[in-house]
């Protein structure tokens, strides 16, 4: 699949994506600070958030509005108050992807309901991506699936089965452009916890391009996920951890994502093929191997000996294997010590 220019797919790099989500701190000019530092990086895509506290949860400071999991990183927030702060003004939906455009990144945005994706379509943007949270959001999946966009997928918390049926939602509308990610739904999630051979399995089962959204610190397991069959890379972005945000404490700086780039892109060349015997990068390391050469000046009738008969380097002889094979054979003509054994040479 492609995504604008971007080729999507095992003999293609990683795609990278660089996600601001809330870390623009409710300044537009931080984020178009963002943009311009992940177009820096090298990343291929900047991705946003489209929704507003009203579109993704109801006001209410109590029960199950409010964060009490005393692991996370907004415990005792309401879910209302955290997204006031972590939304992207829609308003700046249009200068952000402008400022992208100019200097080259793909810029998409992750819908949250109907309205969002109509606000999206408004602005013509090139693909959509799905939350985790909203993975088994069929109706939404469906609206996305029927704009005929490349979808990029988090699976993080979903079933086998419930992701066997969005897939199915999104193929009912003839959409078979999409990517799932495998994904891990806790911020910051570990390495233990990332279940990377997952990818190869989505692959098989779902015969579509599986990447990784990866919520861990530094760049390792991305790049472990390259390595997997991983064709998409996203990773949360911020110009700074120090500055704070909703998504600082889990999200890559400049210098981190331009790693996270050149080493997932290593990974990918590293991939290759099936292969055995030498490269053609390798045939002039050929004649450091082992081979059999005169240990000893002999005369033509000398009997090859474990004195005068070497298994060394280089690799100008013959192989090692037939050392057993010329022991107590004669030499047809004198040679002298560091001469290569041959077959002209036994009798």
């Given at each position: 699949m492609k995504i604008v220019d971007k080729n999507i797919g095992i003999p293609h790099r990683p795609f990278v994506i660089a996600e601001m989500s809330g870390n623009h701190n409710q300044s537009l000019e931080r984020a178009l600070e963002i943009v311009e530092s992940a177009a820096k990086t090298g990343a291929h895509a900047l991705k946003i958030q489209t929704y507003t506290a009203d579109t993704i949860t109801l006001d209410i400071k109590e029960g199950d509005f409010l964060i009490s999991d005393a692991k996370s990183l907004w415990k005792g927030q309401s879910l209302h108050d955290l997204y006031k702060i972590a939304y992207t003004p829609w308003e700046w939906h249009?200068?952000?992807?402008?400022?992208?455009?100019?200097?080259?990144?793909?810029?998409?945005?992750?819908?949250?309901?109907?309205?969002?994706?109509?606000?999206?379509?408004?602005?013509?943007?090139?693909?959509?991506?799905?939350?985790?949270?909203?993975?088994?959001?069929?109706?939404?999946?469906?609206?996305?699936?029927?704009?005929?966009?490349?979808?990029?997928?988090?699976?993080?918390?979903?079933?086998?089965?419930?992701?066997?049926?969005?897939?199915?939602?999104?193929?009912?509308?003839?959409?078979?452009?999409?990517?799932?990610?495998?994904?891990?739904?806790?911020?910051?999630?570990?390495?233990?916890?990332?279940?990377?051979?997952?990818?190869?399995?989505?692959?098989?089962?779902?015969?579509?391009?599986?990447?990784?959204?990866?919520?861990?610190?530094?760049?390792?397991?991305?790049?472990?996920?390259?390595?997997?069959?991983?064709?998409?890379?996203?990773?949360?972005?911020?110009?700074?951890?120090?500055?704070?945000?909703?998504?600082?404490?889990?999200?890559?700086?400049?210098?981190?994502?331009?790693?996270?780039?050149?080493?997932?892109?290593?990974?990918?060349?590293?991939?290759?093929?099936?292969?055995?015997?030498?490269?053609?990068?390798e045939k002039p390391s050929m004649k450091f191997r082992r081979s059999l050469y005169i240990a000893e000046d002999m005369k033509s009738g000398d009997i090859f000996t474990t004195k005068n008969l070497r298994s060394v380097r280089p690799g100008m002889g013959l192989a090692p294997k037939y050392y057993n094979q010329l022991l107590g054979r004669r030499v047809t003509m004198d040679l002298k010590k560091g001469s290569p054994v041959s077959w002209q040479i036994v009798g």
């Amino acid at each position: 699949m492609k995504i604008v220019d971007k080729n999507i797919g095992i003999p293609h790099r990683p795609f990278v994506i660089a996600e601001m989500s809330g870390n623009h701190n409710q300044s537009l000019e931080r984020a178009l600070e963002i943009v311009e530092s992940a177009a820096k990086t090298g990343a291929h895509a900047l991705k946003i958030q489209t929704y507003t506290a009203d579109t993704i949860t109801l006001d209410i400071k109590e029960g199950d509005f409010l964060i009490s999991d005393a692991k996370s990183l907004w415990k005792g927030q309401s879910l209302h108050d955290l997204y006031k702060i972590a939304y992207t003004p829609w308003e700046w939906h249009e200068p952000i992807m402008r400022r992208a455009s100019e200097l080259g990144l793909i810029c998409f945005s992750t819908p949250f309901d109907d309205t969002s994706v109509d606000f999206l379509e408004s602005l013509d943007v090139p693909a959509y991506k799905i939350a985790s949270f909203e993975n088994a959001d069929l109706p939404l999946i469906k609206k996305v699936a029927a704009t005929g966009k490349p979808m990029i997928l988090s699976t993080g918390m979903a079933t086998l089965a419930e992701l066997d049926e969005t897939v199915r939602t999104i193929r009912e509308t003839g959409n078979n452009e999409f990517v799932l990610l495998k994904c891990t739904s806790t911020y910051p999630s570990t390495p233990e916890n990332s279940n990377l051979l997952t990818i190869s399995h989505m692959r098989e089962l779902f015969q579509c391009e599986v990447g990784l959204s990866d919520h861990t610190m530094g760049v390792g397991v991305s790049v472990a996920a390259v390595a997997q069959g991983a064709t998409v890379i996203e990773k949360h972005f911020t110009l700074s951890r120090a500055d704070g945000g909703v998504d600082s404490a889990f999200s890559l700086e400049p210098e981190e994502m331009k790693q996270l780039v050149i080493e997932t892109e290593r990974a990918w060349q590293a991939l290759g093929r099936i292969s055995y015997g030498p490269t053609e990068e390798e045939k002039p390391s050929m004649k450091f191997r082992r081979s059999l050469y005169i240990a000893e000046d002999m005369k033509s009738g000398d009997i090859f000996t474990t004195k005068n008969l070497r298994s060394v380097r280089p690799g100008m002889g013959l192989a090692p294997k037939y050392y057993n094979q010329l022991l107590g054979r004669r030499v047809t003509m004198d040679l002298k010590k560091g001469s290569p054994v041959s077959w002209q040479i036994v009798g």
